[in-house]
Each structure stands twice: as structure tokens, then as C-alpha cells.
């Protein structure tokens, strides 16, 4: 079976940086998309980064100049460092998979999820 894990979230002050990881297991190849989504209780999941099975990024505008997505050299790991939060970051923050080699725009075209890990910055 497939698993991800999240880590690294937490509270933190404006301003201040958090480094978020995924682990994931179980899978066979490595030429996938990752990304980083995240959702705020009352609203829909948004696009926050993703990485496509070539390198390829994508990062959503909000974040752009302030979050750095990174994929281990074995693929496997996929982490977010986040520079610079504010309080509009706050929201619980997921790594999700999809197994093909290009990254969809919507949340319902990734196949498997983490948990999730709450970020807060207050």
C-alpha cells in the first residue's frame, strides 16, 4: 500500500520560515507528480506547489518568491520550505500524489494524500 506522512508544521510568528516534509512509500516508479496543497476550515483544498515527474514546478501566486518546493534524490521525499509566512498561510497543509508524469490543476485529480500538517502563523 501507498502512504505519505507529512511533518514540519507548527506554530509560528509573521514572518518567521517553516520547512515541511512528505514521506511516501509504496510506490513502484518515481516519474510522478507531487505537489502541496493546503485547506482552511470552511473552504475549498487550493493549489499551494507541485512537481511533475520531470522536475518540472508549478507554484501557485500566493506563494510565489516565498515558498521553495524540493524532491529528494530518490524521489521518494518531497519537502516545502515556506519563507516569510503570514497569517493567510495558516491552514492545514497536504502532500498528495498523482501517478501520472503531468501535475492536474484540481485537488480531485490526485489520487492519495497525507494526513495533513496544520501550519499556524500568529
Known amino acids: 500500500d501507498v502512504q505519505l506522512v507529512e511533518s514540519g508544521g507548527g506554530l509560528v510568528q509573521p514572518g518567521g520560515s517553516l520547512r515541511l516534509s512528505c514521506a511516501t512509500s509504496g510506490y513502484k516508479y518515481d516519474t510522478y507528480c507531487m505537489g502541496w496543497f493546503r485547506q482552511i476550515p470552511g473552504k475549498e483544498r487550493e493549489r499551494v506547489a507541485t512537481?511533475?515527474?520531470?522536475?518540472?514546478?508549478y507554484y501557485a501566486p500566493f506563494v510565489q518568491g516565498r515558498f521553495t518546493m524540493t524532491r529528494d534524490e530518490d524521489k521518494k521525499g518531497l519537502s516545502l520550505q515556506m519563507n516569510s509566512l503570514k497569517p493567510g498561510d495558516t491552514a492545514m497543509y497536504y502532500c498528495?500524489?498523482?501517478?501520472?508524469?503531468?501535475?492536474?490543476?484540481?485537488?480531485?485529480?490526485?489520487?492519495?494524500w497525507g494526513q495533513g500538517t496544520q501550519v499556524t502563523v500568529s
Open positions: 498528495a500524489v498523482r501517478l501520472n508524469s503531468g501535475c492536474p490543476v484540481l485537488p480531485k485529480d490526485f489520487s492519495d
Open positions: 512537481m511533475d515527474g520531470y522536475g518540472g514546478t
